[in-house]
């Protein structure tokens, strides 16, 4: 099923109560509905208030770093032999990822709310990094808490958040990872819910956050089809973005819902393939359940028991996604992909040789996908891949890999 | 009239408090809830809340979190609980059984086979910690056909308008969490919970059972003066983590933690 998509429909969403279709919504328990209430209100006050925009604008462009470019891979695109490949470089802004366009738009939403403690869950340690760094800008106080696995695998960015005067909270209950973080840093904002400002690194949670991270996060997409215009004076054929919470990819995707002629790719973490159950999937392979304040497509066995996940990617270990993304799927207006761990790898090191640009081991299944998909479509077309963040923090990763002590 | 309102009127009519403990089911091991369930009755509890286990227990502490991970290591579904209130019943009909636990076990299972199977299984009440009254439209007037209790939340943070709403949506009783934090943390103050619980009562007839940090019959009788019952969870529970492997020691340590409770609250009958 496919719809056309208006721009009314698209402002009715998501409904009063947080609802993308059947998804989204505010599963949580009686202490935080309060809070969320509140926020709900101050965002909806604030996302029209000139100041705040204005001050959010300013912090992108000045602390961010942004326009970030639309970069014509050329060396790339005559490898592949298709489609022009346009890389939309995220992994140019200040901490070298997507995740802060997200953190700098909450921080300010938390000074205007006067609170003084922030949390923040963290898979890859990114959105912790981005998180510390607005903290250390604003003086707030930062907690965050990342699971035990992934505190081994993202040392380098456990240091960076320590330096940036973080406190990291291993997380060593359930799988110990991205899911186990989130519910440990819920717990803490139950217990400090009054001075405390929980900063969600995506497009997941209770309502408000899915709309709020999506605002935050659609700067991509909208500098991506102002760009696009002013370099080939069309808008693109394909947007590819990868998939773990998906704030990255909605952000990208959401300015262009309503042009029907761009095909939207969400590339989930196949891991060892979808068939052997060891993915981070549940778009491509999941059903539809309530975890972590919304109702949204999940990983689960079939006792509604959260099933555990695999990706070589620490970011995109989730068993869930955004809700939105979930309504997405449902109505067909965007395309939920995946690719294996290992064509991610051979994918970051293609980049790395034939671009010289080191992807996030989490965006190179966007590039992954965007290489085959640009393979079939002609050369005058235009694939744009969201380069959602820099390789860097991987290098332990990938070197392991290779047998490689460093 | 429910199970649940005929115990607690009657109850009330005695001037005595209720005494509700909460236990994971499954944890240690599922053969053994049922065995515990009639040993807390002997202790003398009213109501008793059983722990439906979840693999992501987000507002649980420790303590709970563990019994979970230990119930579902031995299988403990969803459909497996209702099978031990269904052995339950074999032997008691008497005393309420409320399912606690998180919605999606229920919405894998579907609300509607859910709600038949947990009537059929001779469940009384349902509390599903992560479902807002808001969001509980579509499942609890299924509930509510089949004579099942839908149980909310009160927190220290609800306002009042929301405490009428939510106690709209509510029959048997509301269960008022103590402090803001999760289950087995050591934070009650019980002047706050008194002030609260009387503002509940000024908004709703429904009786008010409040749960979170009473740990023994000192907090239990203070929390009893200012309610209409307690409900004890993580104590117990830990009190099972430390005897899992000798169930007759478990039996007796259950039954040396509720006798004084029960005691204690009993002396508050006016």
Same mark, same amino acid.
Request: charged share 20%; net charge negative.
């Given at each position: ?11 009715a ?50 602390y ?5 470019p ?7 695109t005559?490898?592949?032999?298709g ?10 802004n ?29 898979g ?16 707030l ?21 320590? @330096? ?16 186990d973080?989130?519910?440990e840093?819920m717990?803490d ?7 405390t400002f ?30 696009? @215009? ?9 947007l ?51 975890l ?27 068993p869930?996604?955004?809700?939105e ?7 067909g ?5 995946s ?14 040789l ?12 966007a ?7 640009a393979?079939?479509?002609d ?17 332990h990763t ?9 | 009239?429910?199970?649940i ?15 509700i ?7 240690p091991?599922?053969d053994?809830?049922v065995?515990?369930?009639?040993t ?11 722990g ?24 403990t ?33 579907g609300?509607?086979?859910?709600a ?11 509390l599903t ?14 509930f ?16 009042d ?11 048997g009783?509301?269960?008022?969490v ?20 009387a ?47 000798d ?5 007796r340590?259950?039954?040396?933690l ?13």
């Amino acid at each position: 099923m496919s719809v056309k998509l208006t721009e009314e429909m698209l402002t009715a969403l998501p409904d009063a109560r947080g609802h993308f279709g059947a998804f989204g919504g505010r599963f949580v328990s009686e202490t935080l509905m309060d809070s969320l209430m509140t926020l709900e209100r101050e965002y909806l006050r604030l996302r029209k208030d000139p100041e705040f925009q204005a001050t959010f604008d300013k912090d992108l462009a000045n602390y961010v770093g942004r326009p970030s470019p639309l970069y014509f891979a050329e060396r790339l695109t005559r490898e592949t032999g298709g489609a022009q490949i346009w890389l939309k470089r995220e992994d140019l802004n200040h901490t070298g990822a997507h995740k802060v366009n997200n953190t700098v738009g909450q921080a300010l939403l938390a000074s205007f709310l006067g609170k003084k403690r922030i949390i923040a869950e963290t898979g890859a340690g990114q959105h912790g990094v981005a998180t510390a760094t607005v903290c250390a800008r604003l003086g707030l106080e930062c907690h965050v808490f990342m699971g035990a696995e992934d505190v081994q695998r993202q040392s380098l960015n456990v240091y960076r958040m320590k @330096l940036l005067g973080a406190q990291v909270h291993a997380v060593e209950s359930g799988s110990r990872t991205l899911k186990d973080a989130m519910n440990e840093a819920m717990r803490d904002w139950v217990t400090n819910v009054d001075d405390t400002f929980y900063i969600i690194g995506t497009v997941a949670g209770p309502h408000p956050y899915p709309l709020l991270v999506r605002d935050f996060q659609s700067v991509i997409g909208r500098e991506t089809r102002r760009q696009s @215009l002013e370099k080939t004076g069309k808008l693109p054929d394909a947007l590819v973005a990868c998939v773990g919470g998906g704030s990255n990819a909605i952000g990208m995707f959401y300015p262009f819902l309503t042009d029907e002629s761009v095909q939207l790719y969400g590339v989930e973490a196949g891991g060892l393939g979808i068939d052997t159950g060891q993915h981070a999937a549940p778009l491509c392979a999941g059903r539809p359940g309530v975890l972590h304040g919304n109702r949204t497509y999940l990983m689960e066995d079939e006792n509604g028991q959260i099933a555990g996940t695999h990706s070589v990617s620490a970011g995109l270990d989730y068993p869930g996604v955004g809700p939105e993304h979930s309504w997405l799927k449902d109505i067909g207006r965007a395309n939920y992909v995946s690719v294996t761990d290992d064509e991610a790898l051979e994918a970051f090191r293609m980049l790395t040789l034939v671009e010289g640009i080191m992807p996030a081991l989490e965006t190179a299944h966007a590039v992954a996908y965007a290489v085959k998909l640009a393979a079939t479509m002609d050369k005058d077309q235009m694939v744009v891949i969201n380069i959602s963040g820099r390789g860097d923090k991987d290098i332990h990763t990938v070197a392991q890999l290779d047998g490689i002590e460093l | 009239m429910s199970r649940i309102e005929g115990v607690l009127r009657t109850l009330k009519g005695q001037g005595r408090k209720a005494l509700i403990p909460f236990i994971t089911a499954g944890d240690p091991h599922p053969d053994e809830t049922v065995g515990l369930m009639h040993t807390m009755v002997d202790a003398g509890v009213d109501i008793i809340e059983l722990g439906v286990p979840f693999s992501d227990p987000m507002a649980d502490g420790p303590v709970i979190q563990l019994a979970c991970e230990r119930a579902l290591k031995h299988g403990t579904s969803l459909r497996r609980v209702l099978a031990m209130v269904s052995e339950f019943r074999k032997t008691n009909d008497t005393t309420p059984v409320v399912l606690m636990g998180y919605l999606n076990p229920i919405e894998a299972m579907g609300y509607e086979a859910f709600a038949d199977a947990a009537a059929e299984a001779g469940v009384d009440g349902i509390l599903t910690v992560d479902l807002p009254p808001e969001e509980a439209g579509d499942v609890a007037p299924l509930f509510a056909q089949r004579g099942l209790d839908p149980i909310f939340l009160l927190a220290p943070t609800t306002t009042d308008d929301r405490i009428r709403a939510i106690a709209d949506h509510s029959s048997g009783y509301v269960y008022y969490v103590s402090f803001k934090g999760v289950t087995g943390a050591a934070r009650i103050n019980v002047d706050e919970v008194a002030a609260k619980v009387a503002r509940i009562h000024e908004l709703t007839a429904l009786p008010v059972g409040v749960g979170f940090g009473i740990r023994d019959a000192e907090t239990a009788a203070a929390v009893g003066r200012v309610s209409d019952g307690v409900i004890v969870g993580s104590v117990l529970v830990d009190t099972i983590a430390r005897n899992q492997a000798d169930i007759e020691e478990l039996k007796r340590a259950l039954t040396d933690l509720l006798n004084p409770m029960r005691e204690a609250l009993d002396s508050l009958a006016s």
